[in-house]
């Protein structure tokens, strides 16, 4: 009898803590939404998906896996963007054609000889489909890989359905300037903010409604369910699938562009080879303890910066010794992500002016700078006096305008 009432406790508890972990998914993103609406949509049509290891429901299944098994639906093609349909490829490698093992189904590159789908890898498609958790930084390259699809499918008169994501960082947070004419790529390829405070659905609406194709496409965006612009990606209760190698967790999402423009001049590390990615900056010629005291003096909302000593395991400064700060937000509402990459050049030229970056870094990756800030201006006129407050106008020039536009594509309070 007591084994009877031990083993019914078990499992009384057993089925408590399985409830309780499904009242922590607080959301239902876009292919939640698709299954329970029985893939409607997409009944009867020839499917080409684009997605990536982010692509799963609430159970971790894949969606490739869920329209594979779909009734009615045939799903013909996959379409891969950097780091490939599985995740396997490392950031900036090239992907070609291939059969992918579990379905069986093609998979096209898109970040290999091309970045938009051509007539020949859409001949026997009816819609595409896009199912990608985005990170919310417009230097992130999956945004661009959505806008050269929707171009496709506009052009060859395919469908365009957006199965809806969380914006990792909310749907309040707007940072950094408009894309100027020049300095537009596969890095900043859309006239947004560094910051653009919109999911993709909502982001793909914008994208047709204020015209940045020539021709809008016929699109369908999945909405959420439940899911509030207030919400960071804690908020969802989602498990957090890596975006990227260098984007293991969600809060990894977060210090991406709290370092990420810095991170393309190879200045100092900012994390990317060690065990903090896009957490920290570093160098052999920085002393912890003064660089911390100096950018804590700054007191800026949100974040506190703590010594580090580390030794990277590859990339900047693999095998030295260095000295620097990990950034700690303790604030998320209140921080200025993007600023603090100013804000560590400015004090970082103060404290060692021989250091100062755009007289210490490589010239030739200046390029690169330019193209994800969006513009030329933030690197000459700081390279002037290196201080974060000779630009810090022109950064934030854009977002309230952008803020006041951006509304009329909300689809979410």
């Known amino acids: 009898m007591k084994k009877s009432v031990f083993f019914l406790c078990l499992l ?13 998914i607080r959301i239902k993103t876009g292919i939640e939404v698709l299954k329970d609406d029985q893939f409607s949509i997409l009944k009867g049509k020839r499917v080409g998906l684009i997605t990536n290891p982010t692509g799963v429901d609430n ?31 490392h950031a900036g490698d090239k992907i070609e054609t291939f059969t992918d093992p579990n379905t069986g189904v093609p998979v096209h590159s898109l970040y290999g ?40 499918a506009a052009e060859n008169d ?80 989602l498990q957090w699938v890596p975006a990227s190698p260098h984007i293991p967790f969600a ?47 700054k007191r800026l909302p949100g974040v506190v910066f703590r010594p580090i000593h580390l030794k990277p395991f590859y990339s900047v400064g693999k095998g030295s010794n260095l000295q620097g700060v990990q950034v700690h937000l303790t604030d998320f509402s209140k921080a200025r992500l993007s600023d603090i990459q100013f804000h560590v050049m400015e004090v970082a030229a103060a404290l060692y002016p021989d250091k100062k970056v755009f007289d210490h870094a490589d010239k030739g990756r200046f390029n690169m700078f330019d193209k994800v800030s969006g513009s030329d201006f933030i690197r000459k006129e700081f390279s002037q006096q290196h201080r974060f407050s000779d630009i810090q106008s022109y950064w934030t020039k854009d977002e309230e305008s952008f803020k006041k536009l951006s509304k009329k594509y909300y689809l979410y309070k």
């Open 12 to 24: 009384f508890l057993s089925v408590q803590a399985i409830s309780v972990q499904a009242q922590k």
């Open 113 to 152: 000889v091309t970045r938009k789908p051509s007539k020949e890898m859409l001949r026997d498609i009816d819609v595409l489909v896009y199912d990608i958790q985005d990170i919310g930084c417009r230097s992130y390259t999956y945004i661009s890989t959505m806008y050269l699809a929707m171009q496709a």
């Open 251 to 297: 809060h990894s999402a977060y210090f991406y562009p709290v370092s990420g423009i810095l991170g393309e001049l190879g200045y100092m590390s900012i994390g990317v080879g060690y065990t903090l990615p896009f957490e920290m900056f570093a160098a052999e010629w920085i002393g912890a303890e003064e660089f911390a005291r100096a950018l804590n003096a």
């Open 59 to 89: 159970n971790l299944k894949s969606t490739i896996d869920i329209l594979h098994e779909a009734p009615n639906v045939q799903l013909v093609a996959l379409y891969g963007p950097e780091h490939g349909v599985r995740g396997d490829v």
């Open 158 to 237: 395919i469908e365009f359905v957006v199965l809806d994501r969380p914006n990792p960082l909310g749907g309040l947070k707007v940072e950094g300037n408009l894309v100027e004419e020049g300095f537009f790529s596969f890095v900043s390829q859309l006239k947004i903010p560094y910051v653009y405070g919109l999911t993709c659905g909502e982001l793909a609406l914008m994208i047709n409604g204020e015209r940045m194709l020539e021709q809008p496409c016929k699109l369908h965006v999945v909405k959420m369910k439940k899911w509030r612009r207030k919400m960071n990606f804690g908020d969802t209760g």
